[in-house]
């Protein structure tokens, strides 16, 4: 099939991309918080998403599941009943307070590019994947979603619970679906890759004043809780020069987290959450505990940023007779995308009249997980203003018009050589 084959025209692209935005704004209607965009791992509000997906899928004679992780998946069938897959998608939860289109953009994308081939069948099957947890929110760990597809949802992550005491394996049972089942999510390591549109989320495309990049890999990071623990006393009668004040402390060492991300290029280092205790503004602070992530490309620098940091808080602890423990939430290498995949997306980039480019994502997305067991690619597009994780999150119709004409465009690419991106794919794997 060629690309000249296909009906790509302006109107019939925009009229997509204009069904995939509107499709974003309803299910940003499905929510745990009123007014805001919230929805978390398994919460009735992607229940809501399922079905609407669900919906337009079968329409297009898909068959629809939910896996046991509660990952919405599609499948629309190949030419050939035992055809090889093809993954495109992303997840479906949110940050509190989150945009439209993060993670969600992704699967509306994936539906339009099926909805584009008309009933017609390419020489391999097409799955499409509504990751149902990537953000790390409930749980304070991400990708439970894509960890399931990749066999690395392990008991000690069910075991792991929320803020209500609620682990991820009841909440999966809640849903009504069965943690036993787990294993048969597992994606075949066969799988021809998976490919996830997505928002940049950051300012480096409308600096360019490009529409789209190709993601050539996804920076590593680290996630930490750090404690500080003090001596809890009376804010108005305990002196200065005398007091253990965790909050202090903590506040000392924010201040250095800052100075070590500013200080090398490429490091990102931020504290984003702070919680004091007893959190009485007349109580000194006897225990705080914070949120540490920690990112860069270079896993020696990575590493490097994190030793200094934990040996900085023990050196304030010590200073001010304080005790400090960590625990460390995640600790994710570097991933480099597919060479193939990459190429084969810079391509479609450049075949649809953008200059291509090649960037690295500040981003954790579920593409660095499905990298594990089967090659993996990703597509950015422009965030104007460079915003995200903010209900101000947009995006461009006429970007995604391009998104989907790109998209439209590697299909055709890999749908006319399948035998040889098989063969390729499946001789790495095995070896």
Request: net charge negative; glycine share 8%.
């Amino acid at each position: 099939m060629t690309v000249s084959s296909r009906s790509l025209t302006p109107n019939s692209t925009l009229a997509a991309a204009q069904r995939a935005i509107d499709r974003c704004k309803l299910l940003a209607c499905f929510t745990e918080t009123p007014g805001k965009i919230e929805r978390t791992f398994l919460s009735p509000p992607i229940r809501d998403c399922h079905r609407e997906i669900a919906h337009w899928m079968h329409a297009l004679g898909a068959e629809v599941k939910i896996d046991a992780a509660g990952n919405f998946r599609a499948l629309y069938p190949g030419a050939a009943l035992d055809s090889r897959r093809l993954l495109l998608g992303s997840h479906l939860d949110t940050v509190p307070d989150a945009g439209a289109y993060d993670g969600a953009l992704g699967v509306m994308l994936a539906i339009a590019l099926l909805e584009d081939l008309k009933g017609r069948k390419l020489p391999f099957a097409v799955e499409v994947v509504g990751f149902s947890e990537e953000e790390g929110v409930r749980f304070g760990v991400p990708f439970i979603g894509s960890r399931a597809l990749t066999g690395t949802l392990d008991s000690d992550l069910l075991r792991r619970p929320d803020e209500n005491g609620i682990t991820v394996q009841q909440a999966i049972e809640h849903f009504g679906l069965n943690p036993n089942d787990i294993p048969a999510a597992v994606v075949a390591n066969h799988a021809l890759g998976y490919i996830e549109f997505h928002i940049e989320q950051g300012p480096v495309l409308e600096t360019m004043n490009r529409p789209l990049a190709v993601v050539n890999a996804i920076v590593g990071q680290n996630r930490f809780e750090l404690i500080f623990r003090g001596t809890a006393n009376h804010a108005g009668t305990t002196p200065m020069n005398s007091r253990r004040d965790s909050l202090a402390g903590a506040a000392e060492w924010i201040t250095a987290v800052e100075r070590l991300g500013q200080s090398e290029s490429g490091l990102v280092a931020t504290v984003g959450s702070i919680h004091a205790n007893p959190g009485a503004t007349n109580v000194i602070a006897e225990e705080t505990r914070v949120g540490l992530d920690v990112r860069h490309a270079s896993d020696e620098v990575r590493i490097r940023a994190v030793e200094a940091l934990l040996r900085e808080a023990g050196l304030i602890a010590e200073r001010r007779d304080l005790q400090v423990r960590w625990n460390e939430r995640m600790n994710q290498r570097a991933v480099a995308m597919d060479p193939f995949l990459v190429s084969q997306i810079e391509q479609s980039i450049a075949d649809a009249g953008c200059a291509p480019h090649q960037m690295a994502s500040g981003a954790g997305h579920d593409a660095m997980i499905l990298a594990q067991r089967i090659p993996a690619a990703m597509i950015f597009l422009r965030s104007p203003a460079g915003i995200s994780h903010n209900p101000a999150e947009a995006v461009e119709i006429a970007d995604v018009a391009k998104a989907i004409e790109v998209g439209v465009r590697l299909l055709d690419r890999l749908a006319s050589s399948p035998e040889l991106l098989g063969a390729r794919i499946s001789g790495e794997r095995q070896s």
